[in-house]
Structure formats: C-alpha cells, structure tokens
C-alpha cells in the first residue's frame, strides 16, 4: 500500500510540538505529559493500529525493515545488577565472564553478519563503565567495522563526555543506552546506579554528536503508568533518540525478574505503537524477546510501527530467531530490508 492510501482516522491524532519549537519557546512544557500517552494506551486495540500505521506512512517507508546485527564483544561478569541481565555477575545465570575480543574476530563476525544483510553492527560490552583504555581498545574495533562500510553502534555502559569523543573520533555511529523503565520504577530493577546517571550519559553521547538508540524493556512486573512513563521519558528527550529498541523480558532463570508475569502480546504491540505514533521518525526496533513473540505478534509489531529487528541467531547471550526464519518472514508479509548507505541519516522519509 502507498503512504496515505489509508481512510480517514476516526479518532484524533495527539499533536506535539517539535523539538525544534520547544526549545525556541524555552517552554518546560513537555511535548509529552503521561496522560496523553496513557490516553493512546487506553484507545481501542484497532484504533491505536490504526494511528500509529498512519503516523508510520507519514514518516517512513511501509514495507521497509532495518536489520541489526548485535556482537557481545566482552560477555558477562558486569558490576551491575540489572535485574534482568544475565551478565551481571552476581546472578547465577550459566554466562561466563570473558575478555573483549579480538579486532580480527570482530571483523570477522562483522563481515558474516554484512553477508547476511545487516546495514549496522552493533557492538555490547558487559561493563558498568569502560575505564579510557577500554575504549581506546573498543575505538580499534569500531574503525576495524566501519572500514566493512557498517554503520556503527555500540553499547558499553556509562560514559564520560571525552570517551564518547573518542568514540565518535574513530566513526561511531550510535550509542546505545536504555533507560529500560520509567524513573519510578527504576529502582525495582535496579540499584548499582541511579536514572540520572542514565539520562548523563545520553546527554554526553549526544553532545558527541552520536545519534541515540535507547529504549527499554516490558514485562519487567512494571504497572501501565510505568510503561507511558518509559515513553514518555525517551519521546520527551531533545531529540528523541533516532533509535528505541523495545525488549520483551527474557526471563533468564537465575536473574532476579525470572518469576516475572509474562507480557500479554497485544499490550506489547500497544507499546511498539505508542513509542510509534510519540517518536514518528525514530526507528523503532524490535529487540530482545522477538523468538518468544511468534510472527503473527511480530505481524502486528511491524503493522504497529516497528521497523527495525535484530538479525541474526544471538542477541548478546540470550536466543534470537535464526536469520533465515526472519527472511521467510519478511518475504511472507512482503517487507524488504533497508540496505541504507553508511552514516546517512536514519530517516527515510
Ligand atoms: S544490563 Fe548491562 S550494565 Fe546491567 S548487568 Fe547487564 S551488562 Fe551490566
């Protein structure tokens, strides 16, 4: 279907002002309160569908899938204790701690992911934050990627204001960084560090001048205000990130949020079309917990805005479907994947 071959909607479109028009105004006011997102989880199923595929073919592409590949270049052992994580070490979860690997390895994995189609590759390191030698060692591995003709991202914990400059130095594309749950309920997930040293870190990679991925997760035992208030926390960055990876929670026996209540599958893909219709030209990626959703829940994900996957049989140490069942898929619902130039910008439309 075309971009605006779709009926009217029936139920109005929440209006925000730009990023651009807040900050000439020096207005506090949000582009977005809680209690407009609650409104856009509450509507009906089909209405919010229907929103967020209309504000998605205003903004992008409708058939136009990104693929993201993702490496864990130093797997496990990490100071914090991300409820969720199976890399913290002090859950006992099966991962065992390794060093970072090798420039060749990693070019290597690069190039086979290159080969299967993905346009970026993304880079994780089970840090809490990387002392400056680490990233002197990680800034090789980015050259070593970007050199494939990869976009770049990586995600490596919190980072200060000179080490995103050297990251951005050696052609770091994105950084990845989630805010994984709304303020409130940060606490519950989290202790070894604070929202704020988050909200930090985002702002030194973006003052780096590197484009944001950063999202969270859902099914973490977090109650629907918690949920718009995720969203409404990375809608109402300056700019919103140009990427928001939304996670369903693996529960990785072992972690602390194993026992936690599966996702219902439509409340997630109300998620994916709420981050949609709030952050109209971000990519919204479908990330950790995508085996799990089955692909009629992935159908609907993609109908709700998602345009981004991981690709490819790993994420970091959990399972991700192999990369010719998500081929098969994207052939069955007619959806191509996005082959874009390095280091052009993200939006298509
Ligand atoms: S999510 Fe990242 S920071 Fe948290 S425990 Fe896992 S590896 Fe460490």
């Known amino acids: 279907m075309g971009a ?7 139920h109005t479109i929440a209006v925000h002002r ?9 207005s506090p006011t949000p582009a977005w309160t809680i209690e407009a997102i609650e409104a856009l989880f509450d509507k009906p199923f089909m209405d919010l569908l229907f929103q967020a595929q209309t504000v998605h ?10 693929l993201a590949a993702l490496l864990s270049v130093k797997t496990g052992g990490c100071p914090e204790n991300c409820g969720y994580c199976p890399q913290a070490a002090e859950f006992d979860t099966g991962v065992q701690a390794g060093k970072l690997m090798a420039v060749e390895d990693v070019k290597r994995a690069a190039q086979a992911a290159r080969d299967a189609g993905a346009t970026r590759f993304c880079m994780g390191a089970a840090w809490r934050a990387p002392k400056d030698r680490d990233v002197e060692r990680v800034a090789e591995l980015v050259e070593a990627v970007k050199g494939l003709g990869l976009s770049t991202c990586a995600t490596l914990g919190m980072l200060e204001p000179q080490q995103a400059r050297a990251l951005k130095d050696a052609g770091l594309d994105y950084y990845n960084h989630n805010l994984d749950t709304a303020p409130e309920y940060y606490a519950d997930v989290v202790s070894t560090r604070a929202y704020q040293d988050r909200l930090d870190t985002l702002h030194n990679v973006r003052a780096a001048g590197i484009s944001v991925c950063c999202g969270g997760i859902i ?6 205000v918690h949920r718009a208030g995720l969203i409404a926390q990375l809608a109402n960055l300056d700019p919103y990130p140009e990427s928001v990876p939304i996670n369903s929670l693996v529960r990785v026996p072992g972690t602390p ?13 109300r998620v994916i079309a709420v981050a949609r219709i709030t952050m109209p030209r971000a990519r919204v990626r479908l990330s950790a917990g995508r085996q799990q959703l089955g692909e009629a829940v992935q159908a609907l994900c993609f109908l709700a805005g998602a345009n981004s996957i991981f690709y490819g049989d790993k994420l970091l140490v959990t399972g991700n479907p192999e990369a010719q069942d998500d081929a098969r898929l994207l052939a069955k619902l007619g959806l191509s994947a996005t082959r874009t130039a390095v280091s052009t910008p993200e939006y298509t439309a």
């Open 219 to 224: 099914g973490m035992g977090e109650a629907p």
């Open 4 to 10: 605006n071959d779709l009926p009217t909607a029936t």
């Open 257 to 269: 949020l194993a026992d936690s209540d599966p996702v219902d599958p439509l409340d997630f893909v």
């Open 18 to 26: 730009p990023a651009s028009a807040r900050a000439a105004s020096g």
């Open 57 to 66: 073919r205003q903004h992008w592409s409708a058939g136009d899938i990104e």
